[in-house]
Nanobody, 122 residues
Framework: QVRLVESGGGLVQAGGSLRLSCAASGGSFRNYAVGWFRQAPGKEREFVAAIDWRGIDTWYGDSVKDRFDITRDNAKNTVYLQLNSVNLEDTATYYC???????????????WGQGTQVTVSS
């Protein structure tokens, strides 16, 4: 069973950058696709980005495309989400999730971290 821990969240000014990390343990992480999702208060959990187990194929939500970048380092059992040109609408709790096959559907992910808060200030 894979265990996921997110880190790197915090307060960032609009237009700035932040890098989130998702560290995995307890399983063959290199065999799992990983997705990032976010949830703002009163809103549904939203797909942000996903990466396949090889780190080659990536997918992005429309609201973050061309601003965020997902990468992974299987030697470190870690997936990263680079947030660039952030805006107020990026404020949310960010979660990483893992699954044996690549998907953008949050319902298909079985393993989730506890989340890390990102707050964008004006």
């Amino acid at each position: 069973q894979v265990r996921l821990v997110e880190s790197g969240g915090g307060l960032v000014q609009a237009g700035g950058s932040l890098r989130l990390s998702c560290a995995a343990s307890g399983g063959s992480f290199r065999n799992y696709a990983v997705g990032w999702f976010r949830q703002a208060p009163g809103k549904e959990r939203e797909f942000v980005a996903a990466i396949d187990w090889r780190g080659i194929d990536t997918w992005y939500g429309d609201s973050v495309k061309d601003r965020f970048d997902i990468t992974r380092d299987n030697a470190k059992n870690t997936v990263y989400l680079q947030l660039n040109s952030v805006n107020l609408e990026d404020t949310a709790t960010y979660y990483c999730a893992a699954e044996s096959r690549s998907t953008v559907d949050r319902e298909e992910y079985n393993y989730w971290g506890q989340g890390t808060q990102v707050t964008v200030s004006s």
